[in-house]
C-alpha cells in the first residue's frame, strides 16, 4: 500500500476560517510541512503548539521559483518513502494559484495517494470585500503571465502574490500597455484579518502603497481596454443598424481600392523610416482585415475567429522546424520546407494544374514577374547561373532594337525586356519592385533639387532648354553623390 499526501488548505487568514476536518487532521499529525510559515494560520497553529517544518529556507537560498518548487516536491517524495502518511499545508485553496499542488499532481500522483483538502480561498474574500458576482467573469493571472495574457476589459482581472513594490512596479507596467492609466486598482491585503486593508486608486499610483505577501491587485471591468477584441467590437458597432450608415453600406469589393490604398501608405511609412506614421498605417491595414471579416460574419460565410484560427493553424503547421520535429538551420531551408508543405497542401485540395499560376492578378507587374519566375524555377525551368539571364536581356534588347526598326511589335518585344530584367534581378538577388521604387524616389530627389537649384540661380524652370536643364540635373546628382543634397 502506497504513502498518502494530504495536502490541506489554510485558507486566506487565520484559524477561524480553517475548516474543522483539516485543523483535526493537522493537530492530530506528528509533522505538518507548509510551503510558507508567512501566513497568519501557520503563525496562530505554532502558537498551539503544532510541530510544523516550512519550506521558507528554499525560498532564500534558490535563484528561482521553479528552482524551489523542484526542492520541495523532491522533499515531499523523501518524506512519502519513510511515512505512510505526509501533511503538507499551502494558503488559500489548494487548486487555487497554487503551483506547488499543481506539480504534485504531475510528479506524485502516479506514485502515491494524494489528497486534496479544501479550503476557502482569497478569492471568496475578495467576492465578499469588493461584492461583485464570479458569473459575471473573472480572470485570475500570476503577474508573470500578464504580458501573454489576452486582456478582453470584460472580466474582473485579480493578480494575486503582488509581495513587493518591485513585482508591483512591473504589473503597472504590464497593465498600463493595455489599461487606461487612469482605471481604477483595487489593492487588497490581509483579508478576512484584523489587518485588512483596500485602497481603490488610479493605475498609475498602483506601485506608491506598501506590498507583503497578502497583497492582491484586483480591477474591475474596464470597456477601455486595448485589444484585438475591443477592436472587432467597435467594427460591429459601425456595421450594426445604430452604427454608421457608410460602414454599412460597404461590400468586399467597395473596400478593394482601400485594402491597397492602405497597404501602400504602409509601404510608404517604411520606406520613409517613419516609425510613428507606421505604427498609425498598420492600424489601418489592421481595420480593412477586421471590416472585411464583419462583412464575412454578417454574411454568415466566416467570421473573425475563423480568420484568427486559419492563419494560426497554418504558421503552425508550415514552421514544423519550430513547432515540430524538423531543422530548417537557415532561410533558405525554411524556404524549401515551407513550398513544399504549400505544394502538398495544394494537392491535398485536389488543385487543378490550370491553379499552378496562383498568385493575385492584381499584384503589380514586377512582382507578378518575379513570382512566375520562382514558381517555374523550382521545379527546374530556370538559368543555371547569371549568364543565361544575362545573355537573355541582351538578346531581348537586339530583338526590341529590331521591332523599333521595322516598326512591328514593339510592345511584345518591350514586354519582353521588361521580362527579361526582372530575371536578371533574381539572379542578382534583388527585388526589381524595391529597386524601381528606390530608383523613382532617386529620381524624383534629383529632380526637385534640379529644380531648386535653377530658382536660387533666379532661372525659371520651364523656360531652360533641355541641353540648360541637364546642366542642373548634373549639379543635382553630384550634390546628391557628395551627400550635400540640404
Not at 528552482?67 to 505526509?86: G, N
Not at 505604427?279 to 489592421?286: I, K, P, S, T
Not at 499552378?356 to 503589380?364: N, Y
Request: negative net charge; proline residues 3%.
Amino acid at each position: 500500500m502506497s504513502s498518502c499526501l494530504h495536502v490541506i488548505g489554510l485558507g486566506p487568514a487565520g484559524l477561524e476560517q480553517l475548516t474543522l476536518g483539516n485543523y483535526r487532521r493537522i493537530c492530530s499529525a506528528n509533522k505538518v510541512f507548509a510551503r510558507t510559515a508567512q501566513h497568519p494560520c501557520v503563525q496562530e497553529l505554532m502558537a498551539e503548539g503544532v510541530c510544523i517544518e516550512s519550506f521558507d529556507e528554499v525560498y532564500a537560498k534558490e535563484n528561482t521559483f521553479e528552482e524551489v518548487y523542484e526542492t520541495i516536491i523532491e522533499h515531499l517524495r523523501q518524506e512519502l518513502s519513510k511515512s505512510p502518511e505526509v501533511i503538507y499545508t499551502v494558503p488559500g485553496h489548494p487548486m487555487v494559484a497554487e503551483k506547488t499542488v499543481q506539480l504534485i499532481e504531475e510528479r506524485l500522483a502516479q506514485e502515491y495517494d494524494v489528497v486534496i483538502h479544501p479550503a476557502m480561498s482569497f478569492v471568496d474574500e475578495i467576492f465578499r470585500v469588493l461584492k461583485f458576482d464570479p458569473i459575471d467573469g473573472v480572470s485570475i493571472i500570476n503577474y508573470s503571465a500578464l504580458k501573454d495574457f489576452e486582456h478582453t476589459g470584460r472580466e474582473w482581472l485579480i493578480v494575486p502574490q503582488v509581495y513587493n513594490k518591485l513585482i508591483a512596479s512591473e504589473v503597472k507596467l504590464d497593465l498600463m500597455e493595455v489599461y487606461p492609466d487612469e482605471a481604477w486598482v483595487y489593492v487588497v491585503q490581509a483579508l478576512g484579518t484584523a489587518y485588512e486593508h483596500i485602497d481603490r486608486l488610479p493605475l498609475y499610483e498602483m506601485d506608491h502603497g506598501e506590498y507583503d505577501h497578502l497583497t492582491t491587485i484586483v480591477l474591475p471591468p474596464n470597456t477601455e481596454v486595448t485589444s484585438f477584441n475591443r477592436l472587432a467590437k467597435v467594427m460591429r458597432t459601425l456595421c450594426s443598424e445604430g452604427g454608421c450608415a457608410w460602414d454599412r453600406e460597404q461590400t468586399h469589393e467597395s473596400l478593394k481600392k482601400y485594402l491597397i490604398e492602405e497597404s501602400y501608405e504602409v509601404i510608404d511609412a517604411i520606406e520613409k523610416q517613419d516609425m510613428y506614421n507606421l505604427c498609425e498605417e498598420l492600424g489601418d491595414l489592421l481595420l480593412q482585415v477586421v471590416f472585411h471579416a464583419q462583412i464575412a460574419t454578417e454574411a454568415g460565410t466566416f467570421g473573425l475567429k475563423d480568420v484568427l484560427r486559419e492563419v494560426i493553424q497554418k504558421m503552425i503547421r508550415r514552421h514544423p522546424h519550430v513547432f515540430g520535429e524538423e531543422r530548417a538551420e537557415t532561410a533558405d531551408d525554411v524556404i524549401v520546407t515551407w513550398d513544399k508543405i504549400k505544394l502538398k497542401e495544394k494537392q491535398s485540395e485536389n488543385r487543378k494544374e490550370s491553379d499552378f499560376f496562383s498568385d493575385p492578378k492584381g499584384l503589380p507587374a514586377l512582382m507578378w514577374a518575379t513570382s512566375t519566375q520562382r514558381r517555374v524555377g523550382k521545379i527546374g525551368f530556370d538559368w543555371s547561373d547569371i549568364e543565361g539571364p544575362w545573355a537573355k536581356v541582351l538578346e531581348e534588347l537586339k530583338e526590341l532594337e529590331n521591332a523599333l526598326a521595322d516598326e512591328v511589335g514593339i510592345r511584345e518585344e518591350f514586354g519582353d525586356l521588361l521580362f527579361a530584367i526582372v530575371n536578371l534581378s533574381r539572379f542578382l538577388k534583388l527585388d526589381a519592385e524595391e529597386v524601381l521604387r528606390d530608383t523613382i524616389h532617386k529620381f524624383q530627389r534629383r529632380f526637385l533639387k534640379m529644380v531648386e537649384l535653377s530658382k536660387d540661380n533666379g532661372i525659371e524652370f520651364e523656360l531652360l532648354s533641355l541641353e540648360q536643364m541637364d546642366v542642373f540635373w548634373e549639379k543635382a546628382k553630384s550634390q546628391e553623390k557628395s551627400g550635400n543634397m540640404e
